[in-house]
């Protein structure tokens, strides 16, 4: 809160702030809080389980109405064409999304895929799997970086891609059009979003809510007008008490 900051950089004088992380919770058995982190959004986690700043991360998923997670009001979209985004990682999770075009020229996220420490072939499989009687006709996207070459195996993710059947197309790299274009697809026509997310992609999801919270949050800090605080005992306890002064 605009509180804490302001106590934590000592311009409250009677207060006293204290930072703790999911860690310093005495009564969370250490498998459990493993267990929380493998399935929470690294974002996620660092804010709210770890107390971290994440003030660059998010901020696209301010312009997020409710109306974008109303993605399954679009019915069956199976003969519709897809399009199949793939972020690949190399040490964070990979994520895949398929992404149906309306004759109305909306994108509807219809599937999602994430998963750490597998093997392009497993992600590849997978992929395949969910592709099955869509309309893909060759539009899956990977990042740009992912064409390059490995010294120690002379290939790239995307030769490996390739060999599974998936062509990839290269991806913009350049961050901050990328960002405005998602920011388009979320503000739409100001009326409604040309970005909508069905019930099934629950990972996408969480991470725009929590997007839309952290922009709301430094919208806050930066104008010192509080919303309303939601404790929850498993997260990150940020918090103020008044100290006795002599």
């Known amino acids: 809160t605009h509180q ?18 999911i860690y310093d919770n005495p009564h969370i058995p250490r498998e459990e809080i493993e267990e929380i982190r493998k399935t929470t959004p690294q974002s996620v986690w660092e804010e709210e389980y770890m107390a971290q700043e994440v003030e660059s991360k998010g901020l696209v998923y301010a312009e997020a ?5 109303c993605g399954d009001r679009f019915g069956n979209l199976e003969d ?17 999304v398929w992404l149906h075009v309306t004759p109305e020229v909306y994108l509807v996220a219809t599937n999602e895929h994430a998963r750490n ?13 969910n592709c099955r009687g869509l309309r893909i006709e060759g539009r899956f996207i990977l990042d740009a970086t992912n064409f390059k070459r490995e010294h120690a195996s002379n290939t790239s993710v995307g030769q490996v891609f390739r ?8 991806s913009e790299k350049a961050l901050n059009p990328g960002i405005d274009a998602i920011k388009r697809f979320l503000i739409g026509d100001k009326n409604k979003p040309y970005l909508y997310i069905a019930g099934r992609c629950q990972k996408l999801a ?7 919270k952290q922009a709301a949050d430094l919208e806050t800090k930066r104008t010192g007008i509080a919303g309303p605080i939601l404790p929850e005992e498993r997260k990150v306890h940020r918090e103020t008490r008044p100290v006795q002064v002599p």
């Open 4 to 21: 804490w900051y302001l106590a934590n950089a000592g311009r409250l004088p009677d207060w006293a702030a204290f930072v703790g992380t």
């Open 65 to 69: 109405s409710t109306d974008v997670f």
């Open 80 to 96: 519709m064409p897809c399009v199949v985004g793939i972020d690949y990682g190399l040490q964070d999770e990979t994520g895949v």
């Open 117 to 129: 420490n597998w093997s392009v072939g497993r992600h590849a499989q997978v992929i395949n799997q």
């Open 163 to 170: 060999q599974y059947g998936i062509y990839c197309h290269r």
């Open 206 to 212: 969480e991470a725009m809510r929590a997007g839309a």
